[in-house]
């Protein structure tokens, strides 16, 4: 069974960093896409980030946010500076089997982390 866990989500000010971490058990992903995607209140979910052979981010994190996975394809990071209040959200970690997917299509995805609440205070 394939279990995705995020963690690293907290209450921070406008301008500081954070750095969230997804889990992956049950399989590795070095072969598939992984992604995150946040939702905040009232808004439909959206694609922050993901990472397959190369990385992809949404035009209002570009320069700010940085995705990275381990060697072993089991854990993937997302490095956020220059936090800003419209950052705040449920940040949700996802995985595809196939690295060849339109990143950017949540339905695309088979597995879903829970989600981890980060809070940007301006």
């Known amino acids: 069974q394939v279990q995705l866990v995020e963690s690293g989500g907290g209450l921070v000010q406008a301008g500081d960093s954070l750095r969230l971490s997804c889990a992956a058990s049950g399989r590795r992903f070095s072969s598939g896409t992984m992604g995150w995607f946040r939702q905040a209140p009232g808004k439909e979910r959206e694609f922050v980030s993901a990472?397959?052979?190369?990385?992809y981010y949404a035009d209002s994190v570009k320069g700010r946010f940085t995705i990275s996975i381990d060697n072993a394809g089991t854990t993937m990071y997302l490095q956020m500076n220059s936090l800003k209040s419209e950052d705040t959200a449920v940040y949700y970690c996802?995985?595809?089997?196939?690295?060849?997917?339109?990143?950017?299509?949540?339905?695309?995805?088979?597995?879903w982390g829970r989600g981890t609440q980060v809070t940007v205070s301006s």
């Open positions: 990472i397959n052979w190369r990385t």
């Open positions: 996802a995985a595809a089997a196939d690295y060849g997917i339109v990143v950017v299509r949540s339905s695309l995805y088979e597995y």
